[in-house]
């Protein structure tokens, strides 16, 4: 109980509790000043990120139900330094294959609709005689795992209809990215104890898209599933770095620094790709 109340009129509005004892008052304690109250920032859910929409499969005509990205409401953050795409709150690549689950026919979702009569063809006699249809997944967003599976599908159809190596490459690529999201989500010890097949996966899809894009390069014209040819060699540099091919790395960035057209922003990061490649190889060489 404040005994002193009622000299506020007075001016002294900071009284605290009568302390005869301690020959005076206790102040009262301050109130913190009050400042704008400020909104958590809204959590951004991946359910929130994506539609269910319907297409015509153009092997069986079955109507299917797919899940899309609302790509409007997307906030783009940094891309890897091989320009896997990362945005808030969703991995958009676990959607990027559209699947037929009741022939099994699948591919990227710009490629799912335009089949000319041979492939479909293939297609039915490779792909549709030999899947055993089921249920379109019952979920609210893909997982990592359903993901990957949706993409094994596309690739195993892009081989039998004899696709062009880029689409079979950019198939991998994705793949390869999509694993290592996954892993980047787990801790160190369970990745090195338990997710060996995950790890291999990774690699190895990696190194197919490397081997693919490689030769893609000479045998095939831009664009390359969307990607003019710049985009490829610059992600083709990062990937020879992972492999540790630093003279191949050395020749592509090489190139993309003197060619024409090529935004500074990547010629930027070619500047920086140097730099760490030319340490490596001095490295190297100061091995042998």
Request: contains cysteine.
């Amino acid at each position: 109980m404040n005994l002193l109340a009622g000299l506020e009129k007075f001016g002294f509005d900071s009284l605290g509790d009568v302390d005869i004892l301690n020959d005076g008052v206790q102040e009262k304690p301050k109130k913190a000043a009050k400042g704008p109250k400020v909104k958590p920032k809204p959590v951004v859910r991946e359910q929130d990120l994506i539609i269910d929409k319907k297409i015509e499969c153009p092997i069986c005509n079955h109507v299917i139900t797919y899940k899309s990205v609302l790509t409007t409401r997307l906030k783009r953050l940094e891309p890897d330094d091989d320009l896997r795409p990362n945005f808030e709150g969703i991995d958009d690549t676990k959607y990027g294959v559209t699947v037929c689950y009741h022939c099994g026919y699948a591919a990227l979702n710009q490629f799912f609709e335009g089949v000319s009569p041979g492939r479909r063809k293939m297609i039915r006699a490779e792909i549709c005689e030999k899947f055993k249809s089921i249920p379109e997944p019952d979920v609210d967003i893909y997982t990592y795992d359903i993901a990957v599976n949706r993409y094994k599908l596309a690739l195993l159809t892009a081989l039998a209809k004899k696709a062009k190596l880029s689409e079979k490459s950019y198939i991998c690529l994705k793949m390869a990215w999509l694993r290592r999201a996954q892993l980047e989500l787990l801790p160190d010890e369970i990745v090195e104890k338990e997710k060996k097949e995950e790890v291999e996966e990774r690699e190895g899809f990696y190194r197919q898209a490397y081997d693919g894009f490689t030769k893609v390069l000479s045998e095939e014209m831009p664009p390359y599933c969307g990607m003019d040819a710049n985009t490829v060699e610059f992600i083709l540099a990062n990937m020879a770095m992972h492999f540790g091919e630093y003279d191949k790395a050395a020749k592509l960035v090489a190139n993309l620094l003197t060619t024409t057209g090529v935004s500074k922003r990547m010629k930027d990061k070619c500047l920086d790709m140097k730099a760490v490649i030319l340490e490596k190889l001095k490295e190297n060489r100061g091995k042998k």
